[in-house]
């Protein structure tokens, strides 16, 4: 049998996990139990500009995230028409891919199937988090995790040929550095995330080949690797060199999230520590859903808590024991600087779940090991532990969904978890009464937009949190802001907000205007305004402070 045989053969099995998590995903979208909040809104909304002819390079506002996945929705679209659940199909294939990926992870690390088997296993069937993440669309949490997948893939594969007893670099191998240049360039125009990658597969594949060739070798390596990723990342590059670099490094490094914290510089580390502590290990863990502080599954937390450590220290052993096996440290850096990161960018002041997606693959592979290796020659028990882990997981992600509203959010503010179960009531209301143009905020705004086919444009220019904090960074596509300004009538729909209903109507009276109301679920709509009042007019829509 030859060796590619051979390898199909073995990996025949694979496809186990990939069935699995095809037939979770399947049944998780047609429960009906994941609202369609206003960053999915953006994609669709992206998705459909693009069919029209639109090209945009980046997520509309936020320049650390490519237009990928918007393009991938919009081919979706063609296919099956615009839909909200052609976006979670898009998403739930991206994320088959990244099972599979994973599962030969396992296979190429530790060279065994039930190894590869049961880190597939372990992300089929994922804590509620990456369950949420690998739904929904935020932007490209998909494409990172499959890109970043690969990217390990092809960094296996150079360093252990550049490894093999009596290695001499051909066409071919120089190729794959090309090819592992452009995979690295484009995760990191898809979504600056996929650096936690990047950076680790480039620092042991440039290691093994400076410690193991000549230096002519390792700067050729170096610059055909930094050839393919400026390839690779070449529509970040455009948008750089049309608009300078400094918005986009700022964009990257987390600037708009750090207009949410106004805590002193030095002390915000100390912050992010305590929220990687106190609400990123429970998250990553699934031991409590990303927007809440309720446990899950507690008769089987502690179970769980007890392996994940046990995989925690069983991991740090083995990076110790062999040193020398340096493609299990490609996979352990991945966390390394995914919660250095974390702690030291703004990035760690969003401690909503989010961010620690990638951290799935390193705990499914050293997880996986643990299952295996500890227990080699016994049956039961290996059974046992998977089966406790991905009950858990499977518990705490039926508990979350039962949990309606708010299901499974991407909002872990309880101020932006909207009831949109009653949207389409709002929009039909809207159009009966003629109200087309209009303030809203930054959750409420998009999915109308989409929703109505664009026809009720109603531009984010109203705060949503109860201090009235507002940031002009909701107002994400200029287009819609100009045909609000040039309306002759508009109105306002606010959400979970008396603070500013009461500051509408006193403003409202102030200026002796007449109109009307009407609540709809959690909207409230001012309309029939006697005169128009733009949104400058009352003092809103600026970026403020508390």
Do not use: C
């Amino acid at each position: 049998m030859k060796n590619d045989d051979k390898f199909l053969y073995s990996t025949r099995h694979l496809w186990l996990p990939v069935a699995i998590a095809a037939g979770l995903k399947i049944l998780l979208i047609l429960s009906g139990r994941i609202p369609f909040n206003a960053d999915e809104a953006i994609v669709a909304l992206m998705a459909r500009h693009i069919n029209q002819g639109e090209l945009p390079i980046f997520f509309y506002g936020q320049s650390y995230m490519g237009s990928m996945d918007a393009v991938l929705v919009a081919l979706g679209f063609r296919i099956l028409g615009e839909h909200i659940f052609v976006i979670r199909i898009i998403q739930s294939l991206l994320y088959l891919g990244t099972v599979y990926t994973t599962s030969l992870l396992g296979y190429r690390l530790f060279k065994s199937q039930r190894t590869a088997l049961i880190a597939g296993l372990l992300v089929a069937v994922p804590p509620v988090n990456i369950t949420l993440y690998s739904t929904v669309s935020l932007g490209g949490y998909g494409e990172m995790l499959l890109i970043g997948n690969l990217l390990l893939l092809g960094g296996i594969w150079i360093t252990r040929r550049v490894q093999a007893e009596g290695f001499e670099p051909d066409r071919w191998f120089f190729v794959s550095l090309i090819a592992w240049g452009l995979g690295a360039g484009f995760g990191f125009w898809v979504f600056g995330l996929s650096l936690v990658y990047v950076i680790p597969v480039a620092l042991v594949l440039f290691w093994v080949i400076y410690i193991s060739t000549n230096q002519k070798l390792f700067w050729q390596t170096v610059g055909l690797v930094l050839v393919g990723t400026i390839i690779g990342s070449m529509p970040w590059g455009i948008s750089a060199i049309r608009e300078g670099s400094a918005l986009l490094i700022s964009e990257l490094t987390g600037s708009a999230i750090a207009d949410i914290n106004s805590t002193p510089g030095l002390i915000q580390p100390l912050i992010r520590f305590g929220n990687l502590v106190l609400f990123g290990g429970t998250v990553i863990l699934g031991l409590r859903p990303p927007w809440g502080v309720r446990w899950l599954m507690m008769p089987l937390l502690p179970f769980v808590l007890i392996f994940w450590f046990t995989v925690l220290i069983s991991s740090i052993n083995k990076l110790a024991r062999k040193r020398g096996q340096l493609e299990i440290w490609m996979v352990s850096l991945i966390g390394g600087i995914l919660l250095l990161g974390f702690i030291f960018t703004p990035y760690g002041s969003d401690p909503s779940g989010r961010y620690f997606t990638p951290l799935i693959i390193p705990m499914a592979l050293f997880g996986s090991d643990l299952i295996v290796s500890k227990f080699s020659g016994k049956t039961l028990l290996p059974l046992g532990l998977l089966s406790l882990v991905l009950i858990y997981n499977l518990g705490g992600t039926i508990q979350s969904a039962l949990d309606f509203p708010p299901g499974l959010t991407t909002q872990f503010d309880s101020v932006t978890q909207i009831d949109h179960r009653k949207i389409g009531e709002l929009i039909v209301f809207l159009k009966a009464e003629g109200i087309y143009r209009g303030y809203s905020n930054y959750w409420v705004s998009y999915p109308i937009a989409f929703l109505s086919q664009e026809e009720l444009i109603f531009v984010p220019r109203l705060p949503y949190h109860e201090d009235f904090r507002y940031t002009a960074r909701d107002d994400r596509y200029p287009p819609y802001t100009n045909l609000v300004d040039g309306s002759e009538q508009v109105a306002y729909i606010t959400t979970k907000h008396p603070a500013l209903d009461e500051y509408i109507r006193d403003q409202f009276e102030i200026r002796g205007i007449t109109w009307k109301e009407k609540i709809i679920g959690d909207y409230q709509v001012f309309y029939q305004l006697s005169d128009p009042v733009y949104i400058n007019e009352i003092g809103l829509g600026f970026t403020t402070s508390p």
